[in-house]
Nanobody, 120 residues
Framework: QVQLRESGPGLVKPSQTLSLTCTVSGGSITTKDYSWSWIRQPPGKGLERMGSIAYDGSTYYSPSLKSHTSISRDTSKNQFTLQLSSVTPEDTAVYYC????????????WGQGTQVTVSS
C-alpha cells in the first residue's frame, strides 16, 4: 500500500517561499511509469494541478505557476519537495501530493492534504 504524507509550515508570510515535502512509503519514487504531483485546492475553488516530477526526475509545471514553482526530489529519503516563491494570500490552499499512474492516466494515491495559509 502506497502512502503519501505532506509536511511543512501551516502559515507563511507574503513574499516568502513556501516549502512542502511529501514523504512516500510503500513504493519508490523512481519506479517507472509513475509521476509525483503537487495539487492544491484554494478555499471555495476546485483542484489545481501545480506540477510533477516523474520517476526519471523530469519535471512538469503548470504554465500559470511555472515562474515561481520548483519541484525536486531526494531519492535517498523517497521524498519530493515543492517550493513556491513570492507567495501571496491567493496561494492559501490545501496542498496535496499524489501519485499519477501513467498506465491508468489518473492519480491513484493521495496524501491527506495540508492547509497552508499565507498571511502577515
Amino acid at each position: 500500500q502506497v502512502q503519501l504524507r505532506e509536511s511543512g509550515p501551516g502559515l507563511v508570510k507574503p513574499s516568502q517561499t513556501l516549502s512542502l515535502t511529501c514523504t512516500v512509503s510503500g513504493g519508490s519514487i523512481t519506479t517507472k511509469d509513475y509521476s509525483w504531483s503537487w495539487i492544491r485546492q484554494p478555499p471555495g475553488k476546485g483542484l489545481e494541478r501545480m506540477g510533477s516530477i516523474a520517476y526519471d526526475g523530469s519535471t512538469y509545471y503548470s504554465p500559470s505557476l511555472k515562474s515561481h514553482t520548483s519541484i525536486s526530489r531526494d531519492t535517498s529519503k523517497n521524498q519530493f519537495t515543492l517550493q513556491l516563491s513570492s507567495v501571496t494570500p491567493e496561494d492559501t490552499a490545501v496542498y496535496y501530493c499524489a501519485r499519477f499512474a501513467w498506465t491508468m492516466r489518473s492519480w491513484d494515491y493521495w496524501g491527506q492534504g495540508t492547509q497552508v495559509t499565507v498571511s502577515s
